[in-house]
């Protein structure tokens, strides 16, 4: 059981370069979310997947876009890297409802040059 | 728009030591989640709480919701090394939205 799981780990771009982070969870959750890390910001939501088949923005979308490929697999794309998309990037999913408590994987460490 | 605020930002104890993080909301708490991080890591659940007075403890590591459901602290007993890390309040703000303090950076010294 291994919970939520992103890929990859670190990942190093050059502006302008798109790339896709892959997010997988086996606990049969209905909900999946992006968040970002900055230091001294906290987490911040970008996009969020209340079920399969719906996606919607959070608080920092610009940049961004995301797959709800099934019920287990959420990705993120950044289609034109920036600087300002260095971050820790976290994959999380809940159960059935909006306020359950959520998991996270382990995040991937972007680094946009 | 609601806010959590953690105190203190970052602490260093001598092991064994007990310790006390707090985490305030500007709104009532509906669900109020405690999470624990290492460098390099993912965020691992600690504890949830929703009632209020609702108080939870695993292994040394007990965390207390107030009445008001506007506070919760988390008390870590005769710490040890490998408490050290990120602990992270986070509420449910609205269906499908979290939010998170900023973090209290925990150092123990052995």
């Known amino acids: 059981n291994a919970g939520v799981t992103q890929t990859p780990k670190f990942q190093v771009l050059k502006t302008g370069q798109s790339m896709t982070l892959q997010c997988a969870q086996d606990?049969?959750?209905?909900?999946m979310y992006w968040y970002r890390q900055d230091p001294g910001m906290g987490l911040r939501l970008i996009y969020y997947?209340?079920?399969?088949?719906?996606?919607d923005k959070g608080e920092v979308p610009n940049g961004y876009n995301v797959s709800r490929l099934n019920k287990r697999e959420f990705s993120l794309r950044l289609e034109s890297a920036a600087p300002s998309q260095t971050s820790v990037y976290f994959c999380?999913?809940?159960?059935?409802?909006?306020?359950?408590?959520?998991?996270f994987g382990p995040g991937t460490r972007l680094t946009v040059l | 728009s609601q806010e959590l605020e953690q105190s203190p930002q970052s602490l260093i104890v001598q092991e064994g030591k007990n310790l006390t993080i707090n985490c305030t909301s500007s709104?009532?708490?509906?669900?109020l989640y405690w999470y624990k991080q290492k460098y390099g890591e993912g965020l691992i659940f600690l504890m949830m709480?929703?009632?209020?007075?609702e108080e939870k403890s695993h292994e040394k590591i007990t965390a207390k919701l107030d009445e008001k459901k506007q506070q919760s602290s988390l008390h870590i007993t005769a710490s040890q090394p490998s408490h050290a890390g990120i602990y992270l309040c986070?509420?449910?703000?609205?269906?499908?939205?979290?939010?998170f303090g900023t973090g209290t950076r925990l150092k123990v010294l052995a």
């Open positions: 999380a999913s809940s159960s059935n409802r909006g306020t359950d408590t959520q998991y």
């Open positions: 606990m049969n959750h209905n909900s």
């Open positions: 997947s209340a079920s399969e088949g719906t996606t």
């Open positions: 709104k009532t708490l509906y669900g």
């Open positions: 709480l929703q009632k209020g007075g």
């Open positions: 986070g509420a449910a703000s609205g269906t499908y939205k979290y939010i």
